[in-house]
């Protein structure tokens, strides 16, 4: 079984700046396409920033240009580099790990910005 965990939330400031890990355990994470998602309060979850084991990256258009997707496979982990934050990107952020029919999800961490 595959564990995801997310790390790294929490408060910031309209115009801050925050990074969020994920770390996958097991040995499938270099074959994995990972994802950020994010959901805020009465919303439907959303897709923010996908990176396959290619890495090539694709962002959602609310995002893109301000967040910035990685990964490192020698530590099984994926970053989500959150630049120019803005009131409205508050949510609660999961990571996603697929590799074909295998799809698991982490348990999602804060993110509030606020001033």
């Known amino acids: 079984q595959v564990q995801v965990v997310e790390s790294g939330g929490g408060l910031v400031q309209p115009g801050g700046s925050l990074r969020l890990s994920c770390t996958a355990s097991g040995s499938i994470f270099g074959r994995s396409a990972m994802g950020w998602y994010r959901q805020a309060p009465g919303k439907q979850r959303e897709w923010v920033a996908r990176?396959?084991?290619?890495?090539?990256?694709t962002y959602a258009g609310s995002v893109k240009g301000r967040f910035t997707i990685s990964r490192d496979s020698a530590k099984n982990t994926v970053y989500l580099q959150m630049n120019s934050l803005k009131p409205e990107d508050t949510a609660v952020y999961y990571c996603r790990l697929t590799l074909a029919t295998q799809d698991y999800w982490g348990q999602g961490t804060q993110v509030t910005v606020s001033s």
């Open positions: 990176i396959p084991s290619d890495g090539i990256t």
